[in-house]
């Protein structure tokens, strides 16, 4: 039995366009559907997300979704929204970022089952590569006109940008690539629906166009929004670049935190999204978070979510024991239970210094550690001063001015946390 993908994507605010008639098809019985994802990297981030709960949603609907990896879009570039070409990918790389883009999708789908409706993982290189130009613009581009390529908003948009040096041949022909793509899953896989983000739905379209004229059958279409930041910037993006889904790339602790602190106003939208929460939950966790907004129940619900979906329930404990101890009350103990990595990544942007390991075993009296051995303080007086009014820690443990740091200090072998008062960190690194 399929339940009502429509109904469910639409009260989450993630439809944007479909074509009509799509809704009844989809209730019809089973259908494929798929979404493309480009290849350039060997992660996703999370302006993938949507595309990705969109067909998480359509399987659980009852319906067999297809990630489709764009090897062969991917060498050439989608003129929606960009200002420059993509560099060309040879095929090792591109293996390579399919097979790690499978792992990160298979977080979400259901690749291995026996069931009816297990997701397909498909690459357009695989029948592209193999498919001349004189074939292409004999067998599929006679069929569509270029007034009707020149019509999209996405062609239009880019010619008419002054600061873009117009459109390349290559990328004016995404479109019928992409177009091919959907006839080729037509025939071969009977997928009838495309997905994906509304700047895509020109190309969607194209390849409707070509199911009606070259296979005589009938393709849908749907769009989810865009999605954006209440406050105007980039959603995805932080002055690191963008959140990766992969944990090399962007840590755990740093993923939790980016959701961890989203706009109210965002965070009732991207609950929705981002999460498989009930319409009554949700509607639950809303009331409650007006009611004490101060308590950020939506964002705590929300990144707890997804970080659990997307890396573990252990990631989740150890961002959560991260955050503590930067914003919270925390021991010497919970920083030494800490990685390297997600002890930089709490304490990123904190001054730091160089002591040799040979010092540290051989003990540094804390007043040289926190003036003449790290400059952390600007003289002994002032450190003296300090430690006279309590204001000095060590690994977030108050000491007085007879202490001695030593390798009992040492946070994974090579960090200790200095601080005065409460915000006034510095790290020293043990080398």
């Known amino acids: 039995m399929t339940k009502n993908f429509i109904e ?21 019985g089973m259908r494929g559907a798929y979404v493309g994802i480009d290849p350039t990297a060997d992660s996703l981030h999370i302006g993938h997300l949507v595309s990705v709960m969109l067909l998480r949603h359509f399987q659980l ?35 390579h970022n399919q097979q790690a883009l499978k792992e990160q999708l298979s977080r979400f789908l259901d690749f291995e089952s026996d069931s009816e409706n297990a997701a397909v993982l ?19 581009g006679k069929h569509i006109t270029v007034n009707y390529m020149m019509a ?18 290559t990328e004016f022909t995404y479109q019928l690539v992409q177009g091919y793509d959907f006839l080729h899953l037509y025939r071969s896989h009977d997928c009838t629906l495309q997905m994906g983000g509304s700047d895509q739905w020109g190309n969607i379209t194209t390849g409707t166009e ?23 910037t980039k959603f995805g993006k932080t002055e690191g670049g963008n959140i990766w889904l992969d944990a090399n790339r962007t840590s755990p602790y740093k993923f939790y935190q980016y959701w961890l602190n989203t706009s109210d106003e965002d965070a009732e ?16 966790l809303v009331r409650e978070h007006k009611e004490a907004p101060h308590q950020r129940a939506l964002q705590k619900k929300l990144s707890e979510e997804i970080t659990i979906m997307v890396h573990s329930q252990e990631d989740l404990d150890n961002a959560i024991k991260a955050s503590a101890i930067l914003f919270g009350k925390s021991s010497s103990q919970d920083l030494k239970q800490l990685n390297a990595a997600t ?56 000491v007085s001015d007879s202490y001695t740091i ?26």
């Not at 489709?68 to 790389?93: F, H």
Request: hydrophobic content about 40%; some cysteine; aromatic content about 8%.
């Open 8 to 28: 469910e994507i639409t009260w989450r605010g993630m439809l944007h366009d479909v074509m009509p008639g799509t809704e009844e098809h989809l209730l019809e």
């Open 61 to 95: 609907a009852g319906h067999k979704p297809f990630a489709l990896v764009g090897g062969a879009t991917g060498m050439i570039g989608d003129p929606s929204g960009k200002s420059a070409e993509r560099n060309l990918l040879d095929e090792k790389t591109l293996r």
């Open 122 to 140: 498909v690459n357009n290189y695989d029948w592209m590569k193999d498919f001349s130009f004189l074939d292409f613009i004999r067998d599929v």
């Open 152 to 169: 999209k908003d996405s062609v239009k948009k880019r010619l008419s940008s002054e600061a873009a040096e117009g459109m390349s041949f």
């Open 210 to 232: 070509l199911i009606r004229r070259i296979g005589s059958g009938k393709g849908y279409a749907l769009t989810c929004p865009l999605i954006t930041k209440a406050d105007g």
């Open 269 to 284: 939208k991207y609950i929705k999204i981002f999460t498989f929460l009930t319409k009554d939950v949700i509607e639950t």
């Open 343 to 398: 002890f930089l990544d709490v304490f990123e942007g904190v001054p730091q210094a160089e002591i040799s390991s040979t010092e540290i075993t051989a003990g540094i009296d804390i007043i040289a550690a926190l003036a003449e051995k790290t400059g952390f303080l600007k003289s002994n007086g002032e450190a003296r001063r300090a430690l006279k009014e309590n204001s000095i820690a060590v690994n977030r443990e108050k």
């Open 406 to 431: 030593s390798t009992d200090d040492l946070i994974n072998d090579q960090f200790i946390l200095l601080q005065r008062g409460k915000k006034n960190y510095f790290i020293i690194r043990v080398i």
